[in-house]
């Protein structure tokens, strides 16, 4: 009698990868909800015990966006993350000051000196 073979895929921890990439200012390239993209994180936080980064959205399926915007990505959703050598400029958008942020911020963008 043999058992049958499961493939289970392990979780992979994006954790380093968006820390790398806010504090080098580098894009990542992510797959999220079955959509390939780059993004530029700005900031890591805690929200119902999970992990979530707000990104700037730097392309979309190859496809430049119609308009700026920053977007939440929960991590643990993150798929085929990698740190790209593609810089990106801490966007006007981004407001450290938001209440959702208060006291569960981990990391965030700092103005290069």
């Known amino acids: 009698m043999s058992v049958p073979e499961t493939v289970s895929e392990a979780p992979v921890n994006n954790t380093p990868f968006v820390l790398e990439g806010i504090v080098r200012l580098r894009c ?7 959509t390939r993209m780059i993004v530029g994180p700005h900031i890591l936080y805690t929200r119902n015990e ?19 915007k920053i977007a939440t990505f929960k991590v643990d959703g993150l798929r085929e993350v990698s740190v790209l050598d593609r810089a990106f400029e801490i966007s006007p958008l981004f407001d450290a000051e ?11 963008v700092e103005p290069q000196a």
Request: charged content about 20%.
């Open 28 to 34: 990542l390239q992510v797959t999220y909800n079955r």
């Open 98 to 108: 938001l209440e959702k942020y208060a006291g569960v911020t981990l990391m965030m």
């Open 50 to 68: 999970s992990l979530y980064a707000d990104a700037l959205i730097v392309s979309r399926e190859g496809m430049l966006p119609r308009e700026p």
